[in-house]
Antibody, heavy 115, light 106 residues
């Protein structure tokens, strides 16, 4: 069955870089796109960016200067890197299968930006 | 960027009630709209896509309507397990979510 699982550090220092991994199973990264979505506590989700099935990427214009998404198809993994983290980057980060819209979601990983 | 506005932000209703949630886009998004249900501590769950198509496995008491800028999610007969926050999402240009409607039991 389709599964996605996020992994990464729960605590990041201000101004540091966040690195997250999404490991997928039950589908191929060369057939389906994967998006990253984040959600501050008590607020609506925010789409961050997409790894297209063909290897191309798309980013939220508000985050584009700080964000990079890549993949390793041999390991069924999609990666997120975002630099210059601030406290308002705190929230739960999800990866999703992006079938336009998002039909499967990971459980999410809580990221806190704090010194 | 396309903005999504949901109303009301909080809705109280009784079991068996017909419930209507609203979502308005800042520009024409045709039918490129989805609805999600999020229960406390869980990831969002896709309910409706393309404005009115029911996702596989979702109960038929959920339905969506609208096109252009105005959309509606209707629950025909509210059940206790429907207590959750509901988000709309446009995917016509990039992707944007609304701030949500929290649905509680009266």
């Amino acid at each position: 069955q389709v599964q996605l699982k996020e992994s990464g550090p729960g605590l990041v220092q201000p101004s540091e870089t966040l690195s997250l991994t999404c490991t997928v199973s039950g589908f191929s990264l060369t057939s389906y796109s994967v998006s990253w979505v984040r959600q501050p506590s008590g607020k609506g989700p925010e789409w961050m960016g997409r790894m297209w099935y063909d290897g191309d990427t798309a980013y939220n214009s508000a985050l584009k200067s700080r964000l990079s998404i890549s993949r390793d198809t041999s390991k069924n993994q999609v990666f997120l890197k975002m630099n210059s983290l601030q406290t308002d980057d705190t929230g739960t980060y999800y990866c999703t299968r992006d079938l336009v819209p998002f039909d499967y979601w990971g459980q999410g990983v809580m990221v806190t930006v704090s010194s | 960027d396309i903005q999504m506005t949901q109303s009301p932000s909080l809705l109280s209703a009784s079991v068996g009630d017909r419930v209507t949630l609203n979502c308005k886009a800042s520009q024409n998004i045709y039918k490129n709209l989805a609805w999600y249900q999020q229960k406390l501590g869980e990831a969002p769950k896709l309910l409706i896509y393309n404005a009115n198509s029911l996702q596989t496995g979702i109960p038929s008491r959920f339905s969506g309507s609208g096109s252009g800028t105005d959309f509606t999610l209707t629950i025909s007969s509210l059940q206790p397990e429907d207590v959750a926050t509901y988000f709309c999402q446009q995917y016509y240009s990039g992707s944007t979510f609304g701030a949500g409607t929290k649905l509680e039991l009266k």
